[in-house]
């Protein structure tokens, strides 16, 4: 009889244990990116005086996460990450990796690129294959570059005399613009297909040269004209070569820009990841810098991670883990503006709530019973 208020007393503490467990997942139904823990119990078993099994009662075993990937949801921030699919983003700390499914992150004051209110860095892949913290500490600003080619595309009528790009923003070295003129004209005494084209900083010229169409195509020989402002530094090349006819049109010309490799300086105006999982820096210039794709890890067996506070996960002895990127099939693919929510099963938990309370009651029943045979027993004895 003592032996079963031991037993009855191993489920009372078991399906307690159990209520603590169900409870952390009830609690966490809106915590972003917690996964459940699954209830399981062992009983036990050993050997009675007369050499056979004998049941010794129940315990909880350790939980095992459940890593079913919860629903993504949409947010209005490009640092809010997620992975869709399998994986996990590696974090840094003072040379320690930690893991986590999900996360808001923020850039810190030194350029950093970490998780919201924490030092845990984002990390990369580099050329080398290696884990690195990413930072934008270099890239605050994107310096300007020179203009040096501008296409043109589209048609030049060939039976207007007249017509006029205002307006052509170029930059020189320093970043500085300027707006050229580019006019042109064709005299009614000049050749077939001839036009001279000039080009002017406001009232100041800059240079004139003639361009050529032979059946309304660009003369080979004049595909590129070549300006230079001497008092700027300015040289730029119009180039003609692809797109570019003349055609009867009236006196509408289509003739536009299509393409000029210059621009000025520019600051930063978001950070986002790309479809293939590329952490990429956008600039006012209109001009993006990649910083490296995200990395993700892959385990293959994710029990051994252990959890900590918000949502992280740490490997105390490394084995068999890859860091890939979302190019690879074996990892799912980081996903920007999305927050992956929590996997509990709500309608599982109160099942396991109703499971577990009618476990501790019975266990109790069990050791209430005992304690009146027991007493039952006393009281013969004392009768005696």
């Given at each position: 009889m003592l032996g079963s208020i031991f037993i009855g007393l191993?489920?009372?503490?078991?399906?307690?244990?159990?209520?603590r467990q169900i409870s952390n997942n009830i609690t966490n139904i809106n915590t972003t990116g917690f996964k459940t823990a699954n209830l399981l119990f062992s009983d036990h078993f050993g050997v009675d005086d007369r050499s056979s099994n004998s049941g010794q009662g129940v315990s909880l075993n350790e939980p095992t996460?459940?890593?079913?990937?919860?629903?993504?949801?949409?947010?209005?921030?490009?640092?809010?990450?997620?992975?869709?699919?399998?994986?996990?983003?590696?974090?840094?700390?003072?040379?320690?990796?930690?893991?986590?499914?999900?996360?808001?992150?923020?850039?810190?004051?030194?350029?950093?690129?970490v998780l919201a209110g924490t030092e845990y860095k984002l990390t990369v892949v580099s050329e080398a294959g290696e884990v690195t913290p990413v930072s934008?500490?270099?890239?605050?600003?994107?310096?300007?570059?020179?203009?040096?080619?501008?296409?043109?595309?589209?048609?030049?009528?060939?039976?207007?005399?007249?017509?006029?790009l205002p307006n052509l923003k170029v930059f020189d070295p320093q970043g500085a613009s300027a707006?050229?003129?580019?006019?042109?004209?064709?005299?009614?005494?000049?050749?077939?297909g001839e036009w001279t084209v000039t080009v002017s900083e406001g009232a100041t010229e800059i240079g004139v040269k003639t361009l050529k169409f032979i059946g309304g195509i660009v003369d080979p020989a004049t595909t590129q004209l070549s300006f230079v402002q001497t008092s700027s530094g300015r040289s730029v090349t119009?180039?003609?070569a692809t797109n570019v006819?003349?055609?009867?049109?009236?006196?509408?010309?289509?003739?536009?820009?299509a393409e000029a490799d210059g621009y000025g300086p520019g600051d930063i105006t978001g950070i986002t990841v790309t479809?293939?999982?590329?952490?990429?820096?956008?600039?006012?210039?209109?001009?993006?810098?990649?910083?490296?794709?995200?990395t993700i890890a892959s385990f293959r067996d994710p029990q051994k991670l252990e959890q900590r506070d918000g949502g992280l996960f740490v490997l105390e002895i490394e084995r068999n883990e890859q860091f890939l990127t979302s190019e690879h099939d074996q990892v799912g693919r980081v996903v920007s503006k999305r927050l992956e929510a929590s996997n509990v099963d709500l309608s599982r938990e109160f099942g396991d709530l109703i499971l577990v309370q009618r476990g501790y009651q019975a266990s109790s029943q069990v050791v209430s019973v005992s304690n009146d045979m027991i007493q039952q027993l006393f009281g013969i004895r004392g009768q005696g």
């Open positions: 191993s489920g009372m503490n078991a399906f307690s244990g159990g209520l996460i459940d890593f079913a990937q919860g629903e993504l949801r949409q947010t209005d921030r490009d640092l809010d990450l997620a992975i869709d699919g399998g994986g996990f983003l590696v974090l840094l700390k003072d040379a320690e990796k930690f893991f986590i499914r999900t996360g808001s992150f923020e850039v810190n004051e030194t350029g950093d690129i934008i500490e270099g890239f605050r600003t994107n310096p300007p570059r020179k203009t040096s080619t501008v296409k043109l595309a589209d048609n030049l009528s060939s039976t207007a005399t007249d017509f006029t707006d050229w003129i580019v006019k042109f004209t064709r005299a009614p005494q000049a050749a077939p119009l180039d003609f006819t003349s055609f009867s049109s009236g006196a509408v010309s289509t003739l536009r820009v479809e293939d999982g590329v952490l990429e820096v956008a600039y006012s210039n209109q001009q993006k810098k990649q910083l490296g794709a995200v």
